[in-house]
């Protein structure tokens, strides 16, 4: 499986790039860039092959099961941009730009040192025999991860100040997913990709368990009236028990619900809500205008000012908006 999919994506690849991106590059005189333009078209393969499961799970079940009217048109168009800029164009191309290289460079150095990064099969090497249960093991380790960052999102003031693009959103849906400011997105993919490289995920396993969770996030957040029931609720995150995370009341240090796929790290760390059958009104009462209505470029920079407003300490800003309004009530 792991290798299959592996094997799709460097076929769709390589086929794009002979067939299109080649022909250009040797056109425009740029072939000294042949490399570096195939490994930033694998991102933008897999970025396709994301939005494209996303969307045909995803998109049905909201026509199905609604939690409200798709009402506020213009707020979902800003988040499909993000989805795109995100998925097929600036993150990639970012990711090109500062980090082309540093892998190589990264490896090379580490060799020279004589370390082997470690993995669950050299700590466990019965799980050679058995890839599927370690698979498990690495998605179960990286949730948890991904659980920890959540939390410093909404606990850490500067980057709350990015974080609160996402949690403005009052129309959500599972393009909300990607509603994130860019600097929070490469910290995201910084830390997931570092984690993974520390725990030794294999190269062929961890496309599969991006898109996972991905999966996972996207069904999360969809505008969807679906709850697991009381046991399921307590083993995979579900649209009722996420979309308590972003109701009204759930904005910065009072968050909760911040697991991703896994909900036992908000049962085990105390910070779960299981309340059942609710569905609240999303958003955040005391973010800018400018993060609930503005267009990507407004958000990206209101965003970034309300970052460097809390990096100088500046309170009034600094301040994650829910501890703020906690305070005044």
Known sequence: MFDALRDLLDGVTNWAFTAALQPLLYELGLMAWEEEALNWLGFVVFGLLQVAVVYAICRPLEAWRPVEPRAESGKIRTDIVYTLLARLGLLPLLAFVLLSGVGIWLNAALADLGWVPPSLESALPWLRDHQFVAFLLYVAILDLGEYWRHRLQHSL???????????????????????????????????????????GVPPEQFPLIVLLLRLAEALS?????????????????????????????????????????????????????????????????????????????????????????????????????????????
């Open 157 to 199: 003031p500067w980057w709350w100040a990015l974080h609160s693009i996402h949690h403005a959103q009052t129309q959500m849906t599972f393009w909300t997913d990607d509603r994130n400011h860019v600097i929070d997105d490469l910290i995201g993919a910084l830390w997931l990709g570092g984690l993974a490289l520390a725990i």
């Open 221 to 329: 957040h969809a505008n969807l009236r679906l709850s697991f029931g009381r046991i399921g609720e307590r083993l995979v995150v579900s649209p009722r028990f996420h979309r308590l995370h972003h109701g009204v009341l759930s904005a910065g240090q009072t968050g909760r619900n911040y697991a991703v796929l896994l909900p036992v790290w908000d049962w085990i760390f105390g910070t779960a809500d299981w309340k059942r059958d609710a569905f609240p009104e999303t958003g955040d009462p005391e973010a800018p205008e400018a993060l609930v209505s503005g267009g990507w470029w407004r958000q990206q920079v209101v965003g970034a000012r309300r970052m460097w407003a809390a990096l100088r300490g500046r309170e009034a800003e600094a301040t994650p908006r829910g501890a703020a309004a906690g305070r005044r009530a």
